[in-house]
């Protein structure tokens, strides 16, 4: 059995806190209370909250996206395993864009982020150096939306399963994406 990292816990301590508190309101002393950690331990992992809260999101959208272009994986199964990652963590991922002083920063983190991991996997199924302008901007915009319509749906504002979320994002794919993504 793997053990957790000093970050694992640190994180898991931090989105503890955010299911009884605003994220505003936490302090790096109440993660590292709660972590049974110092708070040298902390910066030595973490310039402050925020960079925790990108490195805790950045790691489990990884853990996702890593499986795309792998055989019997279909990027409806990664649609669906994001669903249900925005699903599981909505209480959380909502405190975040609701109690942050940098919503915007955190959208754009978000948006950054997957159009990144998107990127990588088009670059990673097809065997590319790098992508065309066209292909670069199909990305672009399919992350625009999605990450858009994730943060509406966290926020309340689409009462809908996940999988209908998914459903959505499935079928909003440009079709030259699709050609890479869908195979």
Known sequence: MRRLTAKEILAGSFRELAREKSV?????KDITDRSGYSSATFYRQFQDKYDLIA??????LEEIM??????EYRWKNTLLEGAAFYAREKQYLANLLRHTSGMDAFIGYMRDLHHESLKEAVLRITGWDELDE???MYIRIYVLGTVQLTCEWILGEFDVPPETLAEVYEHSLPG????YLDR
Not at 55 to 60: A, V
Not at 66 to 71: F, I, M, R, T
């Open 24 to 28: 505003g309101k936490i302090t790096v």
């Open 55 to 60: 490195w805790d999101y950045s790691r489990q």
């Open 66 to 71: 890593s499986k795309v272009g792998q055989e």
């Open 134 to 136: 066209k292909t670069e």
């Open 176 to 179: 030259p994406l699709r050609e």
